[in-house]
């Protein structure tokens, strides 16, 4: 059993929730963990020592007495960054280089053409993480470098199995169907690539970041293309194939029902995707080429643009609400471009309230994704950080 599968109880004062205590601040020596675990002094200084002789923790001196001999302090390293991570989008990629605390030390933002295929594209975005990794001091405020390389996480915009990290009949990458991206990449960089799907990562770095003392979540990533990820019992779900939260081919109630890219017509992303807005706005005769040009013609208060956002939160509303009332989240928040879409997200709010039972949406937080553009990157550098903290 990995630390991914086990259940939440059973992870209390594991490895990772040690490490994630000290990188928080909630722990600053091996007393504090004790206290906070529940487990004795001498199983959490066991666990502590093999996380120090894995590199993951440090000691930095003695702390404060409480009337004993003074505490040795303990710290997550953030001397540099050892954990490379890719958040691919269909034409702009987010790759950047975090510490073990989950800390961004440094991250751009590149162009790319995903139609470019992936020995291309991948190729390039490992050469720009081996680059970031290892301190280029030209794009480094601080000049910081690191030592080893830890491991790299990659998001993917489409359906990955998870497993075995290939691409599985993804709408809009062509050339990308069936290919081995953990394999391609392993082959490039000599520590552990780990797959997901981007919503998934976006997920997981929203939770980390914002909710991690809560058990159950929705995240939604609603730009291009729109997904989810699911977070249960305070870790990602992905279901048996890895393919849970995926609600972009849901049917939604619509007339005319537009075609979608998987061959049915009304799926969700047929709907309410930034791709599914740009189509029926060119199809009113609005001249908008992308996702940006939707966006600015809602924010001036265009009103063909803004009756389309609201129909697109109603769709993507309807959907949640069955997501809601079956799984019943502590929190639904949405990230992506749309997220910023005050149109959109009022009538999705308004749609779960409506549609959801009352003791589902009681305590409900519905909300924006607040980590910002890293938050893929965040959450691909945690997806590594779980590894390593799991096989240390």
């Known amino acids: ?138 794009a480094s405020s601080d000049g910081s470098t690191t030592g080893a390389l830890r491991g790299v996480g990659i998001g993917i915009p489409g359906p990955v199995q998870h497993a075995t990290g290939r691409i599985v009949s993804p709408s809009r990458m062509p050339g990308w169907n069936g290919f081995d991206v953990a394999a391609f990449c392993a082959g490039r960089v000599d520590v552990p690539v780990i797959v997901d799907n981007d919503a998934n990562l976006m997920a997981l770095g929203a939770h980390r970041t914002a909710h991690p003392e809560l058990d159950h979540a929705v995240y939604i990533k609603a730009g291009t293309g729109i997904g989810s990820g699911v977070i249960s019992s305070g870790r990602l779900h992905r279901g048996a194939q890895g393919s849970a939260g995926d609600i972009s081919h849901c049917r939604v109630v619509a007339d005319p029902a537009p075609p979608c890219t998987c061959g049915n017509a009304g799926c969700l992303e047929a709907v309410a995707s930034g791709a599914a807005l740009v189509t029926a706005l060119r199809g009113q005769g609005v001249p908008v080429s992308d996702l940006t040009g939707v966006i600015r013609l809602i924010d001036d208060g265009d009103r063909q643009a803004t009756a389309l956002a609201r129909q697109a939160g109603r769709a993507v509303g309807e959907i949640l609400a069955v997501v809601v009332n079956f799984f019943n989240p502590q929190v639904v928040a949405i990230g992506g471009r749309l997220a910023d879409c005050e149109p959109l997200l009022a009538s999705m709010r308004a749609t779960l309230y409506e549609r959801c039972l009352p003791l589902a949406t009681q305590t409900l937080l519905i909300e924006r994704v607040a980590a910002g553009q890293d938050v893929g990157i965040t959450g691909a550098a945690h997806l590594v950080i779980d590894h390593v903290v799991a096989t240390a």
């Not at 997550?76 to 034409?91: E, S, W, Y």
């Not at 702009?92 to 975090?98: C, D, E, P, S, Y």
């Open 1 to 138: 059993m990995t630390i991914d599968d086990a259940p939440r109880e059973a992870l209390r004062g594991g490895p990772r929730e040690l490490l994630r205590w000290v990188a928080t601040g909630a722990a600053v020596s091996r007393a504090d963990l004790s206290r906070l675990s529940g487990l004795s002094p001498s199983t959490v200084s066991q666990r502590v020592e093999a996380l120090i002789s894995q590199g993951l923790l440090e000691e930095t001196g003695a702390g404060r007495s409480r009337g004993g001999r003074r505490p040795r302090q303990l710290a997550v390293p953030t001397g540099g960054a050892v954990v490379g991570a890719i958040d691919l989008g269909a034409h702009h990629a987010r790759v950047g280089a975090l510490d073990l605390s989950g800390r961004v030390v440094q991250a751009r933002t590149l162009p790319v053409r995903i139609e470019d295929g992936p020995e291309a594209v991948l190729g390039a975005l490992l050469t720009e993480v081996a680059t970031l990794v290892h301190g280029d001091p030209a």
